[in-house]
């Protein structure tokens, strides 16, 4: 008989790798790059702020803010009538599992509303972002323009 010894070695490479599910012990966490934001424009105390986000496991951005603004906001854009139009998600952003959620100019973004102080390039925004299932994340954004991305090749200059 030498089933019965396979048998053993497969259950046992079974059970080393259940632990953690997907390999990692940590908990489940949103992984987040790339935080940029805008300069606000002059005179105004507003502007968008960009970033990606990637789960392991489906979650949903809920909500956001900033020591730095008094409210942020998730928008979204899209062409209403021939004119960019934006949107608050009030229901949040739904993170799929195992995709990266682009916030990028032209679409989805976080928008500071009330900012304390006009934000100009080299400047920090503190951003915290709160999600259905995983812990807050707290990321520092940079405060530039946002890198070219898909839905922005006209309005894309070569600044960054
Ligand atoms: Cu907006």
Same mark, same amino acid.
Do not use: K, W
């Given at each position: 008989?030498?089933?019965?010894?396979?048998?053993?070695?497969? =259950?046992? !490479?079974?059970? +080393?790798?259940?632990?953690?599910?997907?390999? $990692?012990?940590? %908990?489940?966490? #949103? &992984?987040?790059?790339?935080?940029?934001?805008?300069?606000?424009?002059?005179?105004?105390?507003?502007?968008?702020?960009?970033?990606? =986000?990637? !789960?392991?496991? +489906?979650?949903?951005?809920?909500?956001?803010? $900033?020591?730095? %603004?008094?409210? #942020? &906001?998730?928008?979204?854009?899209?062409?209403?009538?021939?004119?960019?139009?934006?949107?608050?998600?009030?229901?949040?952003?739904? =993170?799929?599992?195992?995709?990266?959620?682009?916030?990028?100019?032209?679409?989805?973004?976080?928008?500071?509303?009330?900012?304390?102080?006009?934000?100009?390039?080299?400047?920090?925004?503190?951003?915290?972002?709160?999600?259905?299932?995983?812990?807050?994340?707290?990321?520092?954004?940079?405060?530039?323009?946002?890198?070219?991305?898909?839905?922005?090749?006209?309005?894309?200059?070569?600044?960054?």
């Amino acid at each position: 008989m030498t089933r019965a010894p396979i048998l053993a070695a497969a =259950l046992l !490479t079974l059970a +080393a790798c259940s632990p953690g599910g997907s390999g $990692s012990g940590e %908990a489940a966490t #949103v &992984q987040v790059a790339g935080a940029v934001c805008r300069p606000t424009p002059v005179g105004r105390q507003m502007t968008g702020c960009y970033l990606t =986000l990637t !789960t392991a496991t +489906a979650d949903r951005l809920v909500s956001a803010s $900033s020591p730095d %603004a008094n409210m #942020v &906001q998730i928008h979204e854009s899209r062409i209403e009538s021939g004119m960019m139009m934006m949107n608050e998600l009030r229901e949040g952003l739904a =993170l799929p599992a195992g995709e990266t959620v682009a916030l990028a100019p032209g679409g989805n973004h976080l928008m500071l509303l009330g900012v304390n102080e006009p934000l100009v390039a080299g400047d920090t925004v503190a951003l915290t972002l709160t999600f259905a299932t995983s812990a807050p994340v707290e990321v520092t954004a940079t405060v530039g323009q946002p890198a070219a991305s898909e839905y922005d090749h006209a309005a894309a200059p070569a600044a960054h």
